[in-house]
């Protein structure tokens, strides 16, 4: 049976950690994954990890399957400007795409369909297919631009998914406020996982 494809894109804003889990996650649960890296993203993540990762699409994807044990072709990464890339056309569209996390650059592209670049228009491409598309923005206080944006995303379909962890499971590392916020957005993608104990459940 064919895996389920998930599109995941990292951009410059404040809280890769929530990115990489996640594409760790959906690789331990056997989905195929299409990552996007933009160059703001790769800044940020040598600012708030500790990975040596180059640039080149080619090495970022043998690094990856590397660190999380993915199975061969499970993971691929596409540079900005690939066109030919799968997730540039409705022909080959994912079942979903989630830009985790999501500066507000990125989020007033997508809600004014500029598509400049492939993280765009795979975006775009999900909106016009009408596939689930999850935004986690990372960014605080929040103008009437970014609220705006929201608004309209939102009524097109899109999940708007701020990355605020709560706190009813008494975390007790960052590991486990990051893993709050990747279990929502597992549910809103339908993967099953065991990252936190549901409401009303014991701690």
């Given amino acids: 049976m064919a895996r389920d494809t998930i599109t995941l894109a990292l951009t410059g804003a404040s809280g890769i950690p929530y990115g990489l889990r996640l594409l760790q996650c959906l690789l331990e649960r056997d989905r195929q994954v299409y990552l996007l890296i933009s160059p703001a993203a790769q800044v940020v993540m040598s600012l708030e990890t500790d990975l040596k990762v180059s640039g080149a699409p080619r090495d970022m994807e043998a690094y990856f399957t590397e660190r999380f044990a993915a199975g061969e072709g499970q993971l691929r990464v596409f540079g900005k400007e690939q066109w030919t890339a799968p997730v540039a056309s409705g022909s080959s569209v ?3 795409m989630v830009v985790c996390p ?3 650059g990125t989020l007033a592209a ?3 369909g ?3 670049n492939l993280l765009e228009r795979a975006a775009d491409v999900i909106l016009k297919e009408q596939r689930k598309l999850i935004l986690v923005p990372r960014e605080m206080p929040l103008s009437p631009i970014h609220l705006e944006h929201m608004l309209a995303l939102s009524r097109m379909g899109v999940v708007i998914m701020p990355a605020c962890p709560g ?3 008494k975390p007790r590392s960052v ?3 990051v893993d709050f916020v990747v279990a ?3 549910d809103h993608l339908g993967v099953a996982h065991d990252l936190l104990p549901r409401w009303g459940e014991p701690v």
């Fill in 110 to 112: 997508i809600a004014c």
């Fill in 94 to 96: 994912t079942d979903a």
């Fill in 175 to 177: 590991d486990d406020l």
């Fill in 167 to 169: 706190f009813y499971h």
């Fill in 102 to 104: 999501c500066t507000s």
């Fill in 184 to 186: 929502r957005i597992l």
């Fill in 114 to 116: 500029t598509s400049d």
